[in-house]
């Protein structure tokens, strides 16, 4: 009888240790993968120019004018909401920006992509006189431009946990003059 008695107590530490073990590795699991906080991505998914207009005669300076739409995409890997503030996309000609618009605050959900579309104005008239590579390139019949935006925000994990995140973007594309379609985007 007495023997029995110790054999039971050490089957009730064995099974109070597996337990331990078991909620350790639980856990464990849970901190590594849903409590690990990943920054969102922001990219272009498609963009269409709306409207171009382009001069390159003798006597003037080459210019364009143009409207593109945009569809930006903020792709939220996280197990929470991730809320981003009001924030700009900028287009950039040879390093010159001439062309803004502006993101609305707003909400990605847990695991979700958003999509937004966005109407960008762009003009060379933002550009200074100097710029000699605008007119090759305009009669090369490929506008090369960039782009970048940055989403700043909150990730809120389990409506306890808010850790500040910031998506950044950063795109390039040449604007097909002869058919008024983009071509080669590229986003980091």
Known sequence: MKGEGKRNNAKCVAYVAAFIVFQTAIILVFALTVMRIKTPKVRFGTVAVESFNSGSSS????????????????????????????????????????????????????????????????????????NSNLGNDINSGVLPLSSQAKLSGKVHLLKVIKKKKSGEMSCTMGINLATRAVQDLKCK
């Open 59 to 130: 006597s003037s300076s080459p210019s364009f004018d143009m409207k593109l739409v945009a569809q930006v995409t903020v792709k939220n890997t996280n197990f929470g909401h991730f809320k981003y503030e009001n924030s700009t996309v900028t287009i950039f000609y040879g390093g010159m920006p001439v062309g803004e618009a502006a993101v609305e605050k707003g909400r990605a959900r847990a695991r979700q992509t958003k999509k937004f579309n966005i109407n960008i104005d762009i003009s060379s008239s933002r550009l200074s006189s100097s």
